[in-house]
């Protein structure tokens, strides 16, 4: 089947565990929303960061380097800047490294060579990254070894505690109280797979017992959310000022039994999660700056993917076959060139 063919057919499911269903039109109030989103796009043979305003209008290039691939934007708390990932090279020579530049894309400054996913942390002054395992390429998102510190304000960078028994993460994501990093392992550290708490400034390391990947921790509150699978997306409760957290009350499903959807990301206030959402694939090594993988990882051209927004506002169950767009889900972006880890860029004054 032509994967383009399977964007038009959303069959989407978003069930909501709460009390009340009045958001109403989802458009007009991502219209109404202040704070922008950021993310990757495959733009004329060349991986881009694009911006745009919440409802995915006046969206324009931020980078704008035709002969720089630059990905996996991840915007600073208090909206000053975005840390994200370059590649430079091809093959197995490629170098992926992390930089951080500011939020209108100029003053950029590179954190370090071999370099991967990196996140902020709650007072926007540090950047988690974690070092490539061997310095040949992989394309793999587990392909790291440790976990390091960024200060951004003395450019230096220091390893975490116990950085010498971290083994095969990705997707770190600070709580916002400043305690833990969610993010996955897959086989390290005595583990197959799973999702995992570290203790921030400690040893402590938990398995919070879901299925899964790519945790992101809300940025106002105890909550998580995390894709369950290829085709769903979850949200549920956290004690996160806990010293054993666990993961409790299920708050949002988001389910799509045709495409696949990854890469959930909170909006500052949560109020909102947006997602990348299209066919399956492997990618299209035709394309230039891109590799050979699933179609959700960082780097792997994904043909027909865009970029949704749903509401996480409290209300009774609802289960659709078909959600209503504009009121149950928002597609943010439209022309599906490999759009991709959407982050949310807070609004300064």
């Keep these: 089947m032509n994967p383009a063919a399977l964007i038009p057919s959303i069959v989407l499911t978003i ?3 709460s009390s009340s269903n009045s958001f109403g039109t989802l458009k007009s109030k991502l219209e109404q929303n202040t704070h922008k989103i950021v993310h990757e ?3 004329e043979g060349n991986w881009e960061l694009f911006i745009s305003n919440a ?7 931020l980078t704008n380097t035709p002969k720089i691939n630059e990905l996996y934007p991840q915007c600073s708390p208090d909206g000053s800047k975005i840390c994200f990932l370059v590649d430079t090279g091809t093959g197995r020579n490629t170098i992926r490294s992390a930089w951080v530049m500011s939020r209108d894309g100029k003053d950029r400054v590179k954190i370090s060579d071999h370099a991967r996913q990196p996140c902020w942390a709650p007072d926007s002054k540090k950047i988690v990254w974690l070092p490539q395992e061997y310095k040949k390429w992989n394309v793999v998102d587990y392909y790291s070894n ?10 230096k960078s220091t390893p975490h505690p116990i950085s010498d028994k971290i083994r095969h993460l990705y997707n770190p994501s600070f709580s916002s109280n400043g305690k833990w990093i969610a993010a996955t392992v897959h086989a390290g550290m005595g583990f197959n797979h799973a999702i995992l708490l570290i203790e921030a400034n400690g040893s402590k390391i938990i398995n919070l017992g879901i299925s899964g990947c790519r945790p992101c921790l809300k940025p106002n509150g105890n909550q998580i959310t995390w894709g369950s699978g290829d085709h769903t997306i979850e949200v549920a409760d956290i004690d996160l000022d806990s010293n054993n957290p666990k993961v409790g009350k299920r708050r949002l499903m988001i389910r799509d039994k045709v495409n696949k959807i990854y890469h959930s990301e909170w909006s500052p206030e949560g109020k909102y999660i947006t997602f990348s959402r299209g066919p399956n694939g492997k990618g299209d090594l035709s394309k230039p700056s891109t590799y050979q993988g699933a179609c959700e990882m960082v780097g792997v051209f994904a043909r027909g993917w865009n970029i949704f927004s749903v509401p996480t506002a409290n209300g009774t169950e609802i289960d659709f076959e078909t959600a209503s767009p504009g009121k149950d889900y928002y597609q943010v972006s439209k022309n599906g060139l490999s759009y991709k880890e959407a982050d949310w860029l807070h609004q300064t004054k």
């Design 55 to 61: 409802d995915g209008s006046k969206q324009r290039n």
């Design 15 to 17: 069930i909501f565990y």
């Design 41 to 43: 796009a495959y733009h």
């Design 146 to 155: 440790g976990l390091m510190f960024y200060d951004v304000s003395t450019k």
